[in-house]
């Protein structure tokens, strides 16, 4: 599985009877022998620590265990890894999840799956959109941390040429940059323009209909008057007001991923920082400070926001030597942490992922309703 939104509230909902294992490990994304073995050992190093928890009970789990030795013979499962992996297993059997950030490793044996990692993770900004206005081949992308890849859309229009193939004006002018050219006769610059106007509104039509009920954020890719006139015809509530300028029909999925990749990422932290600058303004009645007063906020129903300390950006990973990025640190007290997302969550609240060293401590914070 992926980490989205279905796959959260999949575990989260799992009502299975018995001791069940949550299971976090770094990683490589980029395969060799070397990295597929130092993966393997990782993995078996916690396999062996769980079979020694006293929580562990061979009679019930022990089918299941053995499924997950399996594992470490599987070389095509560990050479086409992410940068994280999280297994989740129980008596009736196991389910991995291909993680988009790094974690920290960390196994955990409890009467419920430990899910607010995930939950955490998927607030960083696990997936969006990229919408590709080029009059050759329009695209909708989905993107992750990790890569891009285009989506098959209904109704989503052809070529610009394909689409008005029929109508008679000079098609040579029509992918100048600004896809409306000049024209000798008032009719036919007249006739292109609405075609073009056409065109958008099919495009948006298309896109609107497949992001229907979802909340990533959608970036456009295109020149300046395609995305002005691309953002007046779309009604998907998620469009982000910073663009990426250019002609897109000349980039690749990766191309684009790249181009993507820090806007998103700085709209990410640009929302989280709002978060935090909201709850800092806050009134002191209005805010939670750790488990034990916001477990009792909770409890009245009034947690709005959880702000959870829970991530650093580094570059000391298990694969050392690259640029910085963002680990997932997983607390020794995690059940506590897994409690309370569950009930903010479950109560319409909002939880969301924030740096270790956003406040002088690491405690978790909470913004109330009333």
Partial sequence: MILNETTIQHL???QTPGIKLSLYQPTHPAS????VKEDVIRFKNIIQAVRSDALYDEVAFGDTMRSLEALMDDVDFWKYRTVGLAIFA?????ETVSLSYDV???YYLEEQYQVSPLVLMHSLGTEYYILDINHTRPRLLKGSPLSCRELTVAGMPASFDETFENVEYNTELQHQSGGVGTFHGHDDQAALRDN???YYRMIAAAVDAYVAHHSEPLLLVGVENRVGSMRHFLSYPHVLAEYVEGNGKAMNEQALHDVATPVIEQYSAMRRQELIKAYEKSSPARIAIGA?????????????TLLVPSYRRTADTIRGGYDASIVVQLPAHQPVYESLVREVLAQGGEVVAIAVD???DEMVRAMCRF
């Fill in 12 to 14: 989260l909902h799992t």
């Fill in 32 to 35: 060799s022998g070397q990295t």
């Fill in 90 to 94: 129980d008596k009736d059997g196991l």
């Fill in 104 to 106: 920290t490793e960390a």
């Fill in 196 to 198: 073009t106007l056409r």
């Fill in 292 to 304: 034990e007063e916001i477990g009792a906020v909770a409890a009245e129903q009034r947690v709005a």
């Fill in 358 to 360: 956003a406040f002088d």
